[in-house]
Every structure is written in C-alpha cells, then in structure tokens.
C-alpha cells in the first residue's frame, strides 16, 4: 500500500506515479508490503519509510556443499550450483582471491581459511531486497535533497531528506510516522 501525504495534491499524483515507476522498474511490486511519504516542499522535508514483505532466510555454506577441513585448507563439494556466483562473489569480497583455487566446477579449495562454514552467509534474500530498496529510495527522493538522515529499524527502512540543515521535528516525525507503521 502506497501513502503519500502533502498540501498539494497535484503532487501527490506526481509523487505517486514516481514511486510506482520505480517499483516496478526495480521489480520490487511484490516485495513491499508498505510504504509511506510525507512531503512539503515549503519546508522543504521529505519522509519515506518502508516496510518490506518477509523474505526467506538467508543461504548458508553448509546448505548448498559438503565441505572437509584438510589442515588449515578447507575443501567445498559444491552440491546446489544455483548459489555458486554467489559463493565466489563472497569469496571475492572478503578478499580470499589469492586463496581460492576451482580445480573443477563443483570444487573448491580455500587456502589457509579462516572462515565457519556453518555460519557462513552465501546468499542472504533479505539484505539483497534492502539493498535493492535503497535503490529505489534514492531515486524516489527530490533531485537535490541530500541531507539525508537514516532512521531504519530492524524491519522498517525510513529516511528524511531535505536540501538544508534537518529539524529535529522533521526527524521525530519521521520516527512517529515510523511507530505507526509498526501498529
């Protein structure tokens, strides 16, 4: 559900086609449960919090190979190809480059490892569609409010934005708008 509060209704209609746009160029529809804008340009505020719908957990080492420590080596038998980009691409940015070796497609050989397999994230669907809502946030946001204070939770994602210096009223109204969500 999409809310959009403000003076004008004319830029309601505007915001309100933005937001869609975006939602859909980003394929996010089924992925937000709710979402919410306040806006007053003679402020000038901007305030967007959103509610993601629930994703599965997230991907585990341990779910998709069978892996084996031989000294401070740790082998992977690659079991579920499907996560395979993402394991490598994780590899990849926790700089292990130099230590990884694919003798074959489903093997893999980390050298000196220093990682738990059993509580190494592969895949997590819940960070990926936060990522991907940031994304659609900034580009929601009015071209050149910046100043942009945070006020996620744990299960919302809320910002205000403005082009000067942040109230702190516009902040507790961002945190009441974001209490309400909660109810």
């Known amino acids: 559900m999409i809310k959009i509060e403000c003076y004008d209704k004319k830029g309601v209609e505007a915001y309100d086609l933005i937001v869609r746009q975006t939602i859909q160029d980003l394929q996010l ?10 806006m007053d340009p003679r ?4 305030i967007i919090i959103v509610e993601p719908e629930k994703t599965p957990g997230p991907v585990y080492l341990d779910d998709i190979c069978s892996w084996e420590y031989k000294g401070p080596n740790l082998y992977i038998n690659v079991e579920n190809e499907t996560y395979l ?7 990849r940015e926790l ?3 130099e230590k990884v070796s694919q003798p074959s497609r489903f093997e893999i050989i980390i050298e000196d490892a220093e990682i738990d397999p059993k ?3 592969v895949r997590d669907p819940a960070e990926i569609l936060r990522m991907k809502i940031y994304d659609a946030i900034f580009r929601i946001i009015p071209e050149g ?12 994602i809320g910002m205000v ?6 109230k702190e009223e516009w902040i507790k109204k ?3 708008m974001i209490e309400e969500m909660r109810r």
């Not at 409010?145 to 919302?156: G, K, Q, Y």
């Not at 934005?161 to 942040?166: G, M, N, Q, V």
């Open 85 to 91: 980009p993402d394991l490598l691409r994780k590899l």
């Open 119 to 121: 509580k190494f994230i």
């Open 174 to 176: 961002g945190k009441a």
């Open 95 to 97: 700089g292990m480059d």
């Open 145 to 156: 409010f910046r100043v942009i204070e945070n006020i996620s939770t744990d299960e919302l």
């Open 43 to 46: 402020e000038p505020v901007f």
């Open 29 to 38: 529809i089924h992925a937000i449960r709710n979402l919410r804008i306040f």
């Open 161 to 166: 934005c403005s082009d000067t210096t942040l």
